[in-house]
């Protein structure tokens, strides 16, 4: 059974098909198309943003059979090789597991021979930043005098643990995390494609919960659908991520506000029917104060934001009666308490504690 999960499935072969990181690729490919090639490249950013897919299009680029390329054909046997991942020229090194010297030395031994068919040697190293002290200074030996046949392309979630002398040498491209618009773009033309079908609700919690990873969003929804099959269901999603649809957490968050305890804590031991996530509901209450004192202090916030678009006039009358000072005191207070939370006993106790210390202010 050849069953491939949605992250390879709908992995992006071309530049075009990258969701979000339009400067990036913009450099990327400019740099192609001006034949202003460099020896060695870093991407880095949090997990699921695209770093080793950006790398391996970009070997696919230089490797293309027809031409050095933005747009590599993914016909020709190179092509096709690299997707495989069988192709000669194209080293792929895990850094994590291939952290001594002796290992980083092994690979770099082969460095000065000649591409078997492709026109570079390109080693691609995952998780650069787990390297040891000894393997970085190996690596520099040849980043500093490179043979010309040979392109290094580093990915890395701890830039700040590469040491300067590699930074130096390469280019360096910050991916950033994505935005809830692009993954949730994304993610839908992808359910069109496999015919799946998704409540509303359910594709924004998705989009959100996966804090700008794409692939993130694409395995939480492989396992609603071995659930729901053919139509994913908000209730599926929130009972998987132990996550809140945006009506609970508006109306938890306007019973805080209005000081009603016997609101706020019904809603609260409402949540708790099922598997809860309490520190994601902090964070969307901190994001809702977050937006609150934009929209009171920046109105022009509310242009072509997506964020809790049900209850943008509720939250724009919310923003007329509090004040600036209010609005940071409740965001402090939840801020500093979601630090300490792991204290607590248990989550919901630490939670609870919290509330009222809110309800309190």
């Not at 994505?178 to 998704?198: A, P, R």
């Not at 908000?234 to 998987?240: A, E, F, G, V, Y």
């Amino acid at each position: 059974m050849n069953y491939k999960i949605l992250a390879r499935k709908w992995r992006p072969q071309k530049f075009s098909q990258v969701c979000g990181h339009k400067y990036v690729i913009k450099a990327i490919t400019n740099s192609i198309k001006l034949n202003k090639i460099h020896h060695a490249w870093v991407f880095s950013g949090t997990r699921g943003t695209g770093k080793t897919t950006i790398a391996r299009i970009l070997a696919k680029s230089l490797s293309c059979y027809n031409s050095i390329t933005a747009n590599p054909c993914r016909k020709c046997v190179i092509c096709k090789n690299i997707e495989k991942h069988c192709f000669s020229d194209f080293i792929e090194v895990d850094g994590a597991s291939k952290t001594k010297v002796e290992d980083i030395k092994e690979m770099l031994s082969t460095v000065y021979y000649s591409p078997l068919q492709g026109r570079f040697k390109i080693y691609l190293i995952d998780e650069i930043h787990m390297l040891s002290k000894h393997s970085f200074n190996a690596l520099l030996k040849i980043l500093e005098e490179p043979p010309k046949h040979v392109k290094f392309i580093f990915a890395t979630t701890e830039i700040e643990k590469i040491p300067n002398t590699i930074l130096s040498r390469c280019l360096i491209f910050k991916l950033n995390d994505l935005k809830f618009i692009e993954i949730y773009n994304f993610i839908s033309k992808i359910l069109k494609k496999e015919n799946i079908q998704i409540e509303p609700e359910a594709l924004k919690i998705v989009s959100n919960y996966s804090l700008g990873s794409i692939r993130d969003a694409l395995n939480f929804l492989e396992q609603s659908i071995y659930i729901d099959n053919k139509k994913i269901l908000t209730k599926t999603i929130i009972n998987l991520l132990g996550t809140f649809n945006e009506e609970i957490i508006f109306k938890i968050t306007k019973s805080i506000i209005k000081k009603n305890i016997t609101k706020t804590f019904e809603k609260l031991n409402q949540c708790e029917s099922s598997y809860v996530n309490w520190d994601y509901l902090l964070v969307e209450i901190l994001k809702i104060f977050h937006f609150i004192s934009m929209i009171k202090l920046y109105p022009s916030t509310l242009k072509n934001n997506y964020y809790m678009s049900s209850f943008k006039n509720e939250l724009l009358k919310i923003a007329s009666k509090l004040s600036f000072n209010q609005l940071k005191l409740y965001y402090k207070t939840i801020l500093h308490g979601r630090s300490l939370i792991y204290l607590a006993p248990t989550k919901k106790i630490g939670i609870e504690m919290l509330v009222l210390e809110i309800l309190h202010l």
